[in-house]
């Protein structure tokens, strides 16, 4: 079973950035797709980003394009999400999710789930 702990959500002002950490249990992640999910209320849980085991391969949702990046350790059992120019709109609890194999489509199978981290933008 692989365990996967976000750490990094708060409350933040518009404009502002924030870093998001995922650290999973098992250094077998190294070879999985690693990627982060947001849920705002109401509204169905979407892939925001995600990146392939090695690094090199990542898919970005056009909410946040431009503005996140996500990117792996050096180990490759760790992933981070760093958001820039915050906005009220990105206010959701963010999820980090592993996959053991990937998936071409923009979204991932879930293989494994955080959490959560509540992330807050204020205007």
């Known amino acids: 079973q692989v365990q996967l702990v976000e750490s990094g959500g708060g409350l933040v002002q518009a404009g502002d950035s924030l870093t998001l950490s995922c650290a999973a249990s098992r250094r077998t992640t190294s070879n999985y797709a690693m990627g982060w999910f947001r849920q705002a209320p109401g509204k169905e849980r979407e892939c925001v980003a995600k990146?392939?085991?090695?690094?090199?391969?990542?898919y970005y949702s056009d909410s946040v394009k431009g503005r996140f990046t996500i990117s792996r350790g050096n180990a490759k059992n760790t992933v981070y999400l760093q958001m820039n120019s915050l906005k009220p709109e990105d206010t959701a609890v963010y999820y980090c999710?592993?996959?053991?194999?990937?998936?071409?489509?923009?979204?991932?199978?879930?293989?494994?789930w955080g959490q959560g981290t509540q992330v807050t933008v204020s205007s």
């Open positions: 990146v392939s085991w090695d690094g090199i391969s990542t």
């Open positions: 999710a592993a996959d053991s194999i990937s998936i071409s489509a923009p979204t991932m199978r879930g293989d494994y």
